[in-house]
């Protein structure tokens, strides 16, 4: 499933224990379903929005107990057996359907805080679900993986910018857009000359730095964590990070081409995984 998407986060590596790895990939095809709903092809937001709500339908008919309705067998029939076996909350799930419908309408963000609102629902569930198969709840370490998600999200949204905006999904701020002088999300793609490009990359700049402070408040968590889990949130922390060392590296143009990871950072991840402190 992930190989026909651009997103490429890794899910379910080796390093997730084998009896919890269902349970990942059940989650993982929940989500990536929910968000093809909202996102792909060629239907108009009122179908989109329909089918969400059978698709929600069906998730309060699993969480339940209750037969779902057959219409995507694959994603429920999986996702029956992992909340019946983990007991996972219901609350993040829904969550997760809220941010999906929310893109349905490609919508603006006002400032940083409305885009934190939105990273709420879109990832932060996802941490948190993930802490709970592993049967950590605490609050430091809730914080602390919301902290993480949301920088996750947000350096996605930096590195796909030359791939959002000419969708139409504009995810940065209109403050910061303001605060460069860059008066409308649609001048993001226009201007090839110096005074154009300057205030893009001043923009790209600030927010990259924003998603790196970000992920320094999260960071803690992968360390604190024992065994498996902590060395996998070690790799995803350094893998958020070199991305936007990529975005810098490309004097911040992340506008116009999407950096991305390839094998050649698989040694500097480990190295940089291993070193944390």
Same mark, same amino acid.
């Given at each position: 499933?992930?190989?026909?998407?651009?997103? +490429?986060?890794?899910?379910?590596?080796?390093?997730?224990?084998?009896?919890?790895?269902?349970?990942?990939?059940?989650?993982?095809?929940?989500?990536?379903?929910?968000?093809?709903?909202?996102?792909?092809?060629?239907?108009?937001?009122?179908?989109?929005?329909?089918?969400?709500?059978?698709?929600?339908?069906?998730?309060?008919?699993?969480?339940?107990?209750?037969?779902? $309705?057959?219409?995507?067998?694959?994603?429920?029939?999986?996702?029956?057996?992992?909340?019946?076996?983990?007991?996972?909350?219901?609350?993040?799930?829904?969550?997760?359907?809220?941010?999906?419908?929310?893109?349905?309408? +490609?919508?603006?963000?006002?400032?940083?805080?409305?885009?934190?609102?939105?990273?709420?629902?879109?990832?932060?569930?996802?941490?948190?679900?993930?802490?709970?198969?592993?049967?950590?709840?605490?609050?430091?370490?809730?914080?602390? $993986?919301?902290?993480?998600?949301?920088?996750?999200?947000?350096?996605?949204?930096?590195?796909?910018?030359?791939?959002?905006?000419?969708?139409?999904?504009?995810?940065?701020?209109?403050?910061?857009?303001?605060?460069?002088?860059?008066?409308?999300?649609?001048?993001?793609?226009?201007?090839?000359?110096?005074?154009?490009?300057?205030?893009?990359?001043?923009?790209?700049?600030?927010?990259?730095?924003?998603?790196?402070?970000?992920?320094?408040?999260?960071?803690?968590?992968?360390?604190?964590?024992?065994?498996?889990?902590?060395?996998?949130?070690?790799?995803?922390?350094?893998?958020?990070?070199?991305?936007?060392?990529?975005?810098?590296?490309?004097?911040?143009?992340?506008?116009?081409?999407?950096?991305?990871?390839?094998?050649?950072?698989?040694?500097?991840?480990?190295?940089?995984?291993?070193?944390?402190?």
């Amino acid at each position: 499933m992930s190989e026909r998407h651009y997103e +490429n986060f890794p899910v379910a590596s080796l390093l997730c224990p084998a009896a919890l790895r269902p349970a990942v990939m059940a989650l993982y095809g929940f989500a990536r379903t929910a968000d093809d709903l909202a996102d792909e092809g060629q239907a108009t937001p009122q179908q989109r929005r329909a089918r969400l709500r059978t698709f929600r339908g069906d998730l309060d008919a699993v969480l339940a107990g209750r037969p779902a $309705s057959g219409r995507w067998p694959q994603v429920f029939a999986a996702l029956a057996q992992a909340v019946q076996q983990h007991d996972l909350p219901g609350e993040p799930l829904h969550a997760l359907l809220d941010a999906f419908e929310q893109d349905v309408g +490609n919508p603006f963000y006002a400032d940083r805080a409305q885009l934190l609102g939105y990273c709420a629902r879109s990832a932060n569930p996802v941490g948190r679900l993930l802490l709970h198969l592993y049967r950590v709840g605490d609050a430091l370490s809730l914080r602390q $993986s919301d902290a993480i998600c949301s920088a996750l999200q947000l350096i996605n949204f930096w590195q796909d910018l030359s791939v959002d905006l000419p969708r139409g999904r504009t995810y940065v701020p209109l403050s910061d857009l303001h605060r460069q002088g860059i008066g409308a999300p649609g001048l993001l793609l226009h201007g090839d000359d110096a005074s154009a490009r300057a205030p893009q990359r001043a923009l790209v700049r600030e927010l990259v730095q924003w998603a790196a402070a970000l992920m320094a408040e999260g960071a803690p968590l992968a360390l604190r964590l024992p065994g498996r889990l902590g060395w996998e949130l070690r790799l995803v922390v350094q893998g958020g990070l070199r991305i936007l060392e990529k975005i810098a590296a490309m004097d911040y143009a992340s506008i116009r081409l999407r950096p991305q990871l390839g094998r050649a950072d698989a040694a500097p991840l480990l190295w940089r995984a291993l070193r944390m402190s």
